[in-house]
């Protein structure tokens, strides 16, 4: 009995320390070196019918990810003294209703935004990396009871904000699309 439990603690240590290399924590950008600050401008909206604040919401957003993920660089709003500048357009801003209840009113509605991100290098004057068509879809649901009535709307928008600017973030930062010089 001794023996199994010895021959299972030796096969476990041996299996945990053969993962030890598996995990290799992101410690660079996928930017050249030289960017350490990052201009976030106010996005712009093109699109119709877009809802109050989304394009700020949109900055917002971005401007925390970098923060929160860019290994050191800095965020400004202006692109005076930045090394590059991330622009930002929400071209299209929809609802559409998905799920009827019984009396053929929309109860669950879907959101979709579709967005452009242009990265460029303030000193080298070029585009570092470049999406026209980010999407990003998310739903939320308006109760039955009236009484109950809760707008899902803004938490949605924030939802999808929050999520464009991880994706958006993680291609920056993990050199996903981001263009090399072919030397």
Do not use: H, W
Not at 94 to 115: H, K, P, Q
Not at 157 to 180: D, H, M, P, Q, T
């Amino acid at each position: 009995m001794k023996f199994l439990r010895l021959a299972s603690l030796l096969l476990t240590l041996f299996l945990v320390a053969g993962f030890t290399e598996c995990y290799k924590p992101v410690t660079s950008s996928g930017l050249p070196k030289n960017i350490r600050k990052v201009a976030v401008p106010a996005f712009q909206t093109e699109a119709r019918g877009a809802r109050y604040r989304v394009s700020s919401r949109f900055t917002e957003a971005v401007s925390n990810e970098i923060i929160r993920r860019g290994n050191g660089l800095t965020v400004q709003g202006s692109t005076q003294g930045a090394d590059a500048v991330i622009e930002g357009t929400i071209r299209s801003f929809s609802f559409t209703g998905v799920l009827l209840d019984r009396e053929g009113r929309a109860r669950v509605y879907e959101v979709t935004i579709v967005a452009a991100i242009t990265i460029r290098d303030l000193k080298e004057n070029k585009i570092l990396y470049d999406n026209q068509n980010f999407i990003f879809r998310d739903s939320f649901e308006f109760s039955e009871d009236p009484r109950s009535f809760f707008n899902e709307e803004d938490p949605a928008v924030e939802r999808i904000a929050r999520s464009f600017s991880e994706s958006a973030v993680s291609a920056i930062v993990n050199g996903l699309g981001v263009k090399e010089d072919k030397k």
